[in-house]
């Protein structure tokens, strides 16, 4: 096992714009990796730099060994993308979408036909064959960008926010067969905002916050380390509240409309708010990657 992309330094930059600021990151063979942040982050630039889609301004930029610069051919022909936004082709139907990918593979007719129908039964869109692609759902779609993605058996497969504005079933759908595809061995790099995908799927991650790499490590980790374990959120938080909190020395974070206490128990401060302040509003519940984000960052990730 070695690692299958290597980036260090790594910048983009947009006129003076710094979209993509001196990041490193090391992804390894076989592992679900993921770019978490909110909108503008600079995840999909990211992910284009890595596919080969967008020249890096500078640093460097290592996939499967070979340097975006260099090989940019070859690194294209072993890797699968799903991009962010939906470009399939709306004048041919579900099939046919993949059958006229193949070509930019130079994969042969009568494989990319019967490839096309396995994935399609892979991604549970075989009853929607030879329908025009303009005719199915959102999250029919997403399955067959994932699909194509696929048509060139790809060891590294990039997943631009694969459920993005999709239903909760849907979602769960896609991250079904995100899973089995990380048991067939392929690399998977994923970039979400929402923080129960990234948690859910990911081994490892970065979280990305205005071109920079915030912090990196696995789900857990990252929660026990930087939270605990646990949160008691307050509705409707008082300054009195607040300056008490912060007397008792508690780890805290108040936003618009909530207190958050963190802790490794939090029945104890519960009790100790109710006896303060009599009926207050409290939730206990596990301590969650947007509860990092918030810390890290002062912001939530989704706004
Ligand atoms: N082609 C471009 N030209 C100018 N600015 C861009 C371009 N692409 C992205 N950006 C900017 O770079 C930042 C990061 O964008 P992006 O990588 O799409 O973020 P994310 O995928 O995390 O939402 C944003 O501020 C975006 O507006
Ligand atoms: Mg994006």
Redesign the pocket.
Known sequence: MGSVIVAKDLV?K??E?V??DRIAFAIEEGECFG?L????????????MIHCA?PITSGQLSVLGMDVKERPRDIKNLIGVAP?DNNLDPDFTVHKNLTVYARYFNIDAKVAKKRADDLLEFMQLTEKRDVNVENISGGMKRRLIIARALMNEPKVLIL??PTTGLDPQARHLIWERIRELRRKGVTVLL?T?YMDEAEKLCERLVI?DK?KIVIEGRPADLIRDVIGSEVVEMDEPTDEMEAFVRSKGWDHERTIDRLLIYAACCDDIVLIMKERFGLVTTTIRKATLEDVFLKLTGRKLIE
Do not use: I, L, R, Y
């Open positions: 983009k947009f006129d714009f979209a993509v770019f942040g909110p909108n503008g982050a600079g995840k999909s630039t990211t992910m284009k967008s962010q631009d926010e970039t905002h990305m071109g």
